[in-house]
């Protein structure tokens, strides 16, 4: 089994050139496809503190109910952000992914090298561009 995890979004190029990044290194990660199956609560927390980033950082800006729900009004407490995640798991800025050396918000997708062993970093970038 895969020490990997990317919470993966195949409509986005990001998180596409980040999967088929990981693949290049060697690595076969568990993929979620985190608009079919979110995360929950708790893992949602662990993540956003594993990354040293507050909740309110894992939020996708760009996704369409940011604005109309008005989330970047800091008033928002992380329980009222996380019940808008549940409600609306398109908020999850992605792609995120999991590694035995860390935990990284691959955006841009060059953050991926900060987590991958140096072997599984020669391997990547030894592999042709798509």
Known sequence: MSG?????????????KVLDALRASG??????EYLKTPPDRATLRRLAAEMGLPL????????????????DDARWSDD???????????????????TPLGTRLCRPAEKLAEILPPQQQQQQQQQPSA
């Open 27 to 32: 690595e076969e990660p568990v993929v979620v």
């Open 4 to 16: 990997t995890t990317i919470f993966h979004n195949p409509a986005c190029s990001t998180s596409r």
């Open 56 to 71: 309110r950082a894992i939020l996708r800006q760009k996704a369409e109910p940011y604005a109309e729900l008005g989330l």
């Open 80 to 98: 009222e952000l996380l019940d808008a995640i549940e409600r609306h798991p398109v908020l999850i800025e992605r792609p995120i992914v999991v």
